[in-house]
């Protein structure tokens, strides 16, 4: 029986501690979908926020947080990697690793901050310093209302490093019916900006009657 292909695309995605936990998960079934492999990285504060806004429940260690995730997103074998806190030899870690984006998503400002000033006291923090430092796409998932100055300068100077911050703020144009429209909104954004294609939002002017 031979083992079933593996995907040739690695996106590396990233939970932290705001709330907007559904975008990412949302995320993560999308990407498994287009056969992207994904390797996820969820902080603590994370795991208490999917608690809470999900009926989702992660283990408490990678492995086990892995084969839930898997089953969550109907992923292969192997197709979600879950690395720890710590876990500085996974291949986010290091500018030698994978080349792969990382999308930070719920972005906390607690993070956003780190990114900013260079810190790298765990792996989120050092994957996305490794992102900047190696001119690899970097997309930030903010959701926190309102910003303060301190929140509006991080985002200004990690724009001005290279990332893209992309706040989880959805349209209404579309005229969503549900969550999960809205959800979809944000989501299909960061698909377009990642060029995984994607069905869950007709891009602008596509779903308008052509006028002769």
């Given at each position: 029986m031979t083992e079933p292909?593996?995907?040739?695309?690695?996106?590396?995605?990233?939970?932290?501690?705001?709330?907007?936990?559904?975008?990412?998960?949302?995320?993560?079934?999308?990407?498994?979908?287009?056969?992207?492999?994904?390797?996820?990285?969820?902080?603590?504060?994370?795991?208490?926020?999917?608690?809470?806004?999900?009926?989702l429940r992660l283990p408490g260690t990678p492995p086990a947080m892995q084969e839930r995730l898997t089953e969550f997103a109907s992923a292969k074998p192997g197709?979600?990697?879950?690395?720890g806190r710590e876990d500085w030899?996974?291949?986010?870690?290091?500018?030698?690793?994978?080349?792969?984006?990382?999308?930070?998503?719920?972005?906390?400002?607690?993070?956003l901050s780190a990114l900013a000033t260079g810190a790298s006291n765990n792996l989120i923090e050092r994957a996305g310093d490794v992102a900047l430092k190696e001119r690899r796409t970097l997309i930030l998932v903010p959701r926190e209302a309102p910003y303060s100055e301190v929140h509006l300068d991080n985002m200004l100077r990690l724009t001005r490093m290279g990332a893209v911050i992309l706040p989880a703020s959805p349209g209404f144009y579309h005229r969503p019916q549900s969550i999960e429209d809205l959800v979809d909104f944000v989501v299909a954004r960061l698909l377009d900006h990642l060029d995984v294609p994607q069905d869950l939002m007709p891009r602008w002017g596509e779903d308008r009657p052509r006028r002769d």
């Open positions: 292909a593996m995907p040739d695309r690695t996106i590396n995605l990233a939970f932290t501690g705001a709330s907007g936990a559904q975008y990412g998960l949302r995320l993560l079934q999308c990407l498994v979908a287009a056969g992207c492999r994904v390797n996820v990285m969820i902080s603590k504060a994370a795991q208490v926020v999917i608690a809470t806004e999900t009926d197709q979600i990697r879950v690395f030899f996974s291949p986010p870690a290091s500018g030698s690793g994978e080349k792969a984006p990382l999308v930070i998503c719920p972005c906390s400002t607690g993070t």
